[in-house]
DNA sequence: TTTTGAGTTGATATAATATAACATTCTCTC
DNA sequence: GAGAGAATGTTATATTATATCAACTCAAAA
């Protein structure tokens, strides 16, 4: 039951991208699928269709996106889609670094780092990265202060603490929302999209 | 369905916390929960026997608890107790501060600034802590690093970012553990008791 | 080419976490 | 004691996440 169009065809890159709906994503976002099609051939993993899908749904939503968000949008191109098929792709990209969850909106964002510069992580420490979560507009900033992931190793080292992982989750208002509201407190429209998921 | 003696009782405290099997816990737990009466009172609002009872389970555990491992403890002093009546407890102690959540853990540990300390935190700033998370006995350190915060509300400027609130969760391992397994790998038995709950 | 095995995906069921909505009871005030 | 507001009880359901096993894909070995 082929979707069509996936025999014998012939990629240069070396991790094939074949079948399932490819559903196009802008050129910017190629950019960057391509730049993750790269990342994963160097680990020696691979960016699957499905995968890559996934990954583009996240990167075309200015908005951290919840397991079942990204199931209903995945749906459009690839009916019959199940959960598990968004976890696991969750859990690879997770793996991969290429996402973020953020957990107290239980949801997901692209790593900007790992993306928007050409060079992969590899052979740095800690990817210790902080997000600042608008609660009005949802958007999330992803940054990698040193001083913020100094001052936490200093932190756990004075307890014996062997840091392996650390979540920095900063809730407030950005930039927009913040002077959107600045001298009165009631809200303007602004650039940001309004959130459909109540922040809680 | 009274469950008896909880008629025409006198007691000196403002926020009368009477009916309800109390359950009685340790002489430091007493103390503590009644810091935490304190603390209600100077607020205005009511430790009721629900609330007390359900801090005083938090405090006897040397782990963070999920809401419904707290029900299960719940119900042998409160049978019939239901999801809602945990949740809307919980709701009462995170906004009065007198517990905190852990997100990657969905569960809640009391707040050791609160009523380790004598004092209130009021009129103090946000009051931005930091969790060490141990991966292998889930044990919980809550910090207040001044360096962290001051660090965070630094990146959080730059960015035009007006923060409201943060979560710092650190995971890794806590000294115990990282002592019990320094030169090799394997898990020694060690202080801490060990975790009924798959870290994920 | 066929086989084979690891990795990936499909599919069904269910677990774990959290909330909605409304009824009842409690507490304080009058 | 009656009334209002807060707190709790109760039932149902929403949301988030995982377990399990079957089917398929792909790449390399035979
Ligand atoms: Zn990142
Ligand atoms: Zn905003
Ligand atoms: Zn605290
Ligand atoms: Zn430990």
């Known amino acids: 039951m082929g979707s069509g169009s996936n025999m014998s065809y ?9 079948a399932l709906a490819p559903d196009r994503f ?32 996240m990167l075309a939503s200015d908005q951290p996106l919840g ?5 209903e949008r995945l749906q459009t191109s690839h009916p019959g889609a199940a959960p598990p098929t968004v976890y696991r792709t969750l859990d690879f990209l997770l793996e991969t670094g290429l996402i973020h969850k953020i957990e107290r909106l239980s949801s997901f964002v692209p790593c900007t780092h790992t993306l ?7 052979g740095e420490g800690i990817h210790a990265t ?35 992982q650390s979540t920095i989750e900063i809730e407030g208002l950005c930039a927009a929302c913040a002077g959107s509201q600045a001298g009165a407190d ?4 602004h650039s940001h999209q309004e959130s459909r998921r109540t922040p809680r």
């Open 10 to 18: 012939h990629m240069s890159s070396m991790t094939k991208t074949p």
């Open 26 to 57: 802008s050129d910017r976002m190629e950019t960057l699928l391509n730049r993750a099609d790269r990342l994963c051939a160097a680990k020696g993993v691979r960016l699957t269709a499905l995968r890559r899908q996934i990954l583009g749904l």
């Open 67 to 71: 397991a079942y968000e990204l199931l």
């Open 116 to 122: 928007d510069h050409d060079h992969s992580h590899e």
């Open 130 to 164: 902080q997000f600042l979560i608008c609660s009005q507009c949802s958007h999330v900033t992803e940054l990698e202060e040193p001083a913020i992931l100094s001052a936490i190793l200093e932190a756990s080292r004075n307890a014996g603490f062997r840091l392996r």
């Open 186 to 189: 009631k809200d303007h429209g």
